[in-house]
């Protein structure tokens, strides 16, 4: 009888830290349908440029941000539309849909929340 052999497998965990100082820019993708943005909720940091890549899954929306300099964007339907959000401070951000698109329209909202 052959005696059993067991392996030891040993899992190395990497876990890989953001470094503070050297951070890339960052994407994040958002769709856009009546009458809301998916995700409708964003986090970023301060001072890290990201890249808001949008595409609409029906018809054109639009997307700003008052409190961001009123950075805004027109997101038409088969195509990505990119938007740089550069965020100095800390805060919660609202944004909108600025082109009516439909009875709902007026909900279709959503907010960036800036962390340090
Ligand atoms: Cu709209």
């Given at each position: 009888?052959?005696?059993?052999?067991?392996?030891?497998?040993?899992?190395?965990?990497?876990?890989?830290?953001?470094?503070?100082?050297?951070q890339?820019?960052q994407?994040?993708?958002?769709?856009?349908?009546?009458?809301?943005?998916?995700?409708?909720?964003?986090?970023i940091k301060t001072g890290v440029p990201t890249?808001?890549?949008?595409?609409?899954?029906?018809?054109?929306?639009?997307?700003?941000v008052p409190d961001l300099g009123g950075i805004?964007?027109?997101?038409?339907?088969?195509?990505?539309?990119?938007?740089t959000i550069l965020a100095p401070k800390a805060g919660t951000y609202?944004?909108?849909?600025?082109?009516?698109?439909?009875?709902?329209?007026?909900?279709?909202?959503?907010?960036i929340i800036v962390e340090d």
């Amino acid at each position: 009888m052959l005696p059993l052999t067991f392996m030891m497998a040993a899992f190395a965990v990497v876990t890989f830290a953001a470094d503070q100082a050297g951070q890339q820019e960052q994407v994040v993708k958002i769709t856009a349908k009546k009458f809301e943005y998916s995700p409708n909720e964003i986090r970023i940091k301060t001072g890290v440029p990201t890249v808001f890549e949008f595409t609409s899954l029906d018809r054109v929306h639009g997307f700003t941000v008052p409190d961001l300099g009123g950075i805004r964007a027109t997101i038409e339907p088969g195509k990505v539309t990119r938007v740089t959000i550069l965020a100095p401070k800390a805060g919660t951000y609202e944004f909108h849909c600025d082109l009516f698109c439909g009875d709902g329209h007026e909900g279709m909202t959503g907010k960036i929340i800036v962390e340090d």
